[in-house]
């Protein structure tokens, strides 16, 4: 088992920046996709970007060109900076990373971005 911990989130003004960090218990070498979905009450979770253990990256067409995921293997952690943020982005971000049988969630972490 593997635990993924969430933090970075808070309250922002439209136009600012963010950093979110996903620390995970143990080696996220093991997972070949990580990722970070979000949730805005009254929607269904959504993935905003995912990242495989060779580099390939996706986005969401609504972050694009704003948002960066990467992982860092030394610190076990996966991270997602988010610039420009605009208040459509205000959501619980939650991170995911995937191995064959299992889906590893963490708690999430609340993003608002005030207009």
């Known amino acids: 088992q593997v635990q993924l911990v969430e933090s970075g989130g808070g309250l922002v003004q439209a136009g600012g920046s963010l950093r979110l960090s996903c620390a995970a218990s143990g080696s996220i070498i093991r997972f070949d996709a990580m990722g970070w979905y979000r949730q805005a009450p009254g929607k269904q979770r959504e993935l905003v970007a995912a990242?495989?253990?060779?580099?390939?990256?996706n986005y969401a067409d609504s972050v694009k060109g704003r948002f960066t995921i990467s992982r860092v293997y030394a610190k076990n952690t996966l991270y997602l900076q988010m610039n420009s943020l605009k208040p459509e982005d205000t959501a619980v971000y939650y991170c995911?990373?995937?191995?064959?049988?299992?889906?590893?969630w963490g708690q999430g972490t609340q993003v608002t971005v005030s207009s």
């Open positions: 995911n990373a995937g191995e064959p049988g299992y889906n590893y």
């Open positions: 990242s495989t253990r060779g580099g390939t990256t």
